[in-house]
């Protein structure tokens, strides 16, 4: 089976390469993105987690992400974002010259009243989000944080379009003028049973699952009036401080030169190769419809082998919230009461173990304006004018 996949990859690639211009003619066309939609987990949320929790009773003693020093650097107060600042969503707005991306469940329950349905997208991520629905997770045994899963996002922008426009052509000149961000999702589904230590290959059999999940979706968003869409791929695991902690061994060679964890990261590989097929597929679909994938893996991976030649000081076994010595870990966690962050995050890549610092964020978007990390290439150079 697995020679299968292999041969099924590399023709789905020399199609790539056959049909090279055709596609290439198709994608790298000039839009004005006037607005983001996005959708995706704990790696893009601006807020759904803060607004999302609101109902619940002492919510900021069980989410840590609704307290300080979440937020701390750029917004100086917690957003619900899972960083010290901003994400690679934000710095994508603020390179396209528009407002940061307004979190859906917070215009939704009124809580935000300054959206302007025609002007502003929506971001419908939240923090634990799946690809999968978590009844996938609870039939196997396996703890899936919350339902807030793909096709729930969907729904909700699919419930958000008679807001948009009461003319079709209107709603199609709106959808067609925004970039859609599809991810990156798909991380938790994998998350979640590493966590409860499941085998690679046991893992390696939800791949065509969530990719089946995620491919559904650009579909029903071209289907909509979808024209741009930039799909990120999973980042190197290998490299994530808790993975670190948590499969830390004596066997050097289970290490690579950067000191991340191999078998992890061929994983992300695989998954992200899988992923890149399979956008090639829809591609061909869809031949004036622009399909961007978002090497999120190789543009992070620049930072975690030279890390000095980005300014990052601080090794990855190293989070700055909690400074927590990864032999002796700890039931506390960033954003429980007296956990004190590190003094300089720009420092360091690790925030609180999961997620990465806006310094490192940043540093990866930058890779994916300026290349070579996104194909085709992600073009958002255009001037903005304030009308439709």
Same mark, same amino acid.
């Given at each position: 089976?697995a020679?299968? #996949?292999?041969?099924?990859?590399? #023709? +789905?690639? +020399?199609?790539?390469?056959?049909a ?13 993105y ?14 759904? !987690?803060?607004?999302g ?14 307290? &300080? ?7 100086? *107060?917690?957003t ?18 528009i ?18 349905? !025609?002007?502003e ?17 609870i ?13 729930? $996002? ?7 379009? @008679? ?7 209107? &709603? ?9 961000l ?11 049973? #590493?966590k ?6 046991e893992?390696?059999?939800?791949v ?5 999940e ?7 968003l ?25 499969? $830390? ?7 690579d ?10 994983f ?14 829809l591609? &061909?679909? *869809? ?7 978002a ?7 620049? &930072?975690?082998?030279? @890390? ?20 002796? @870990? ?6 429980s ?17 999961? *997620? ?16 070579p990390?996104?194909? @085709? ?6 001037? *903005?004018?304030?009308?439709?």
């Amino acid at each position: 089976m697995a020679w299968f #996949l292999r041969v099924w990859i590399f #023709l +789905l690639l +020399l199609l790539e390469e056959v049909a090279g211009g055709f596609i290439s003619s198709s994608s790298s066309s000039r839009r004005c993105y006037k607005r983001v939609y996005s959708f995706g987990d704990s790696l893009a949320d601006t807020g759904n !987690t803060l607004y999302g929790s609101s109902t619940l009773p002492q919510a900021s003693e069980i989410i840590p992400s609704l307290n &300080l020093p979440y937020g701390e650097t750029y917004f100086h *107060h917690p957003t619900g974002r899972w960083s010290d600042g901003r994400l690679i969503i934000d710095f994508i707005a603020e390179q396209m010259g528009i407002p940061l991306v307004k979190p859906y469940l917070g215009i939704k329950s009124g809580k935000i009243k300054d959206w302007n349905p !025609t002007m502003e997208g929506v971001n419908f991520a939240v923090g634990g989000a799946t690809a999968l629905d978590s009844s996938f997770f609870i039939d196997k045994g396996i703890f899936a944080s919350n339902n807030y899963t793909l096709s729930v $996002q969907l729904d909700w922008f699919m419930n958000l379009l @008679p807001s948009l426009s009461n003319s079709s052509s209107g &709603l199609k000149e709106i959808l067609g003028s925004s970039l859609f961000l599809v991810g990156e999702i798909g991380g938790n589904d994998f998350n979640h049973p #590493l966590k409860e230590h499941k085998s690679i290959k046991e893992i390696r059999k939800y791949v065509p699952l969530v990719i089946n999940e995620i491919s559904s979706a650009i579909n029903k968003l071209i289907e909509v009036g979808a024209q741009t869409l930039v799909v990120p791929g999973n980042f190197p695991i290998g490299c994530n401080f808790k993975y670190l902690t948590m499969f $830390q061994t004596s066997n050097k060679s289970e290490y690579d030169e950067a000191g991340c964890l191999k078998s992890l990261n061929k994983f992300a590989q695989y998954y992200n190769d899988m992923l890149y097929a399979e956008l090639n597929r829809l591609r &061909l679909l *869809h031949p004036t419809t622009t399909i961007i994938y978002a090497d999120y893996y190789n543009s992070a991976l620049r &930072l975690y082998r030279s @890390p000095t030649q980005f300014g990052i000081t601080e090794p990855i076994s190293s989070a700055c919230c909690p400074l927590t010595d990864v032999n002796n @870990p700890t039931d506390l966690h960033c954003g429980s009461p007296g956990v004190i962050a590190c003094v300089d995050p720009s420092q360091y890549i690790p925030w609180d173990g999961w *997620h990465l610092t806006e310094a490192a964020y940043k540093l990866i978007a930058q890779g994916l304006f300026n290349g070579p990390f996104t194909n @085709p290439k992600l073009d958002l150079s255009c001037v *903005h004018n304030s009308e439709i």
